[in-house]
């Protein structure tokens, strides 16, 4: 079946530092991709999202290409604020699944000012 | 606009006792459904609703009932409580469309004891 795997944290990193989360896929057909970010004590909000192979989804200086040779949806970003402390999942939607989501297990980022 | 509404946000149950999680959504989304997040594991579905008048079973179904008498309410009942159900239960909508993005609640925090 379906499954997302992303990788396992907490990352830590200092304010203005690069971030990359790893997230890898296995879809039976021609999912749809997205990030989700969790923040304390709240539910999980979209942060970006793509649809079809080689789409990029941005949001928030946060990056992500849907690379289908690869079956990747690394999330990126340049320069990482404290405010982007939160937990992001990665996840898939997939069609030939019923339209369900697949969510990976989740990455913790801490930014230190 | 308040997107999706949890009852109670918070709620402390012996072990053996029912207990009706609500969920509330204003936004006409066609599906519903129910998660529940384990550290570690990520979101796992539980149960989820396409349309009004519709249910279908998730990843771990058992021990939990839905109900979806109308668009708007999505509620889950635990019939007799045990502690592996201690979880942070989420509701999350989405329109069915080609974007299939979910909107989430803010979450009840329920422990079983």
């Known amino acids: 079946g379906d499954s997302v795997t992303q990788m396992e944290g907490p990352v830590t990193l200092s304010e203005e530092a690069f971030l990359t989360i790893n997230c890898t896929y296995t879809a039976t057909g021609y999912p749809s991709l997205f990030w989700y970010v969790q923040y304390p004590g709240e539910g999980l909000q979209l942060l970006l999202k793509?649809?079809?192979?080689?789409d990029k989804g941005s949001n928030k200086g946060f990056e992500a290409t849907y690379r289908k040779e690869t079956t990747s949806f690394h999330l990126e970003k340049g320069s990482v604020q404290v405010s982007d402390s939160a937990v992001y999942f990665c996840a898939l939607s997939d069609r030939d699944g019923g339209f369900k989501t697949i969510f990976g297990a989740g990455t913790r980022l801490f930014v230190k000012a | 606009t308040a997107g999706i509404t949890q009852a109670p946000t918070s709620q402390i149950l012996a072990a053996g006792r029912s207990m009706t999680l609500r969920c509330t959504q204003d936004?006409?989304?066609?599906?519903m459904y129910w998660y529940r997040q384990d550290l570690g594991l990520g979101l796992r579905l539980i149960h989820y609703s396409n349309t009004a008048g519709t249910t279908g079973k998730g990843e771990v179904p058992d021990g939990y009932s839905v109900s979806r008498a109308n668009t708007d309410d999505f509620p889950l009942t635990l019939a007799s409580a045990v502690p592996s159900q201690t979880s942070v239960y989420f509701c999350a909508s989405s329109p069915i469309s080609s974007t299939d993005t979910q909107y989430f609640g803010p979450g009840t925090r329920l422990t079983v004891l």
């Open positions: 793509a649809t079809k192979a080689d």
């Open positions: 936004m006409r989304h066609n599906a």
